[in-house]
């Protein structure tokens, strides 16, 4: 009887170590989700803040230069309408000096 006792204790003891190792392969099983739903979850949450500062970004510079743009053509037309009337204004004095030096000969 003992060698049945013995047997009896050593599959009682493999049964238990089989549900020993099933329960740890189960909880590994579980940390190992749990860990990638945090991990998902920390990867959106740094997503939706970086997309929140790129946005803020982008409307502060990209604003910013649409209306730099806007400012520097302004300039530039007031400067090209300067340069037009003086150009009309002092035409005809340009003209007359080119003639009078073409005319006058210096020997």
Same mark, same amino acid.
């Not at 006792?5 to 020993?20: F, M, N, P, V």
């Not at 990638?36 to 997503?47: L, N």
């Not at 970086?50 to 520097?72: I, N, R």
């Given at each position: 009887?003992? /060698? ?9 003891? +493999?049964?238990?170590? !089989? ?10 099983? !579980?940390? #190992?989700?749990?860990?990638?739903? +945090? ?8 997503? +939706? ?7 803020? @970004?982008? /409307?502060?510079?990209?604003?910013? /230069? /649409?209306?730099?743009?806007? !400012? ?13 009337? +003086?150009?009309?204004?002092?035409? !005809?004095?340009?003209?007359? #000096? #080119?003639?009078? @030096? ?6």
């Amino acid at each position: 009887m003992s /060698s049945e006792d013995g047997i009896k204790k050593l599959l009682d003891a +493999e049964r238990t170590a !089989q549900k020993i190792v099933a329960d740890a392969r189960q909880d590994r099983v !579980q940390k #190992l989700k749990k860990a990638v739903e +945090e991990a998902e979850k920390e990867i959106k949450e740094f997503r +939706e803040k970086k997309d929140k500062e790129y946005k803020e @970004y982008e /409307s502060k510079y990209l604003g910013a /230069s /649409s209306e730099t743009a806007s !400012q520097l053509a302004t300039n530039a037309n007031k400067e090209i309408d300067t340069i037009r009337n +003086e150009t009309a204004a002092n035409k !005809q004095k340009v003209v007359d #000096l #080119l003639i009078k @030096y073409a005319i006058t000969c210096d020997n």
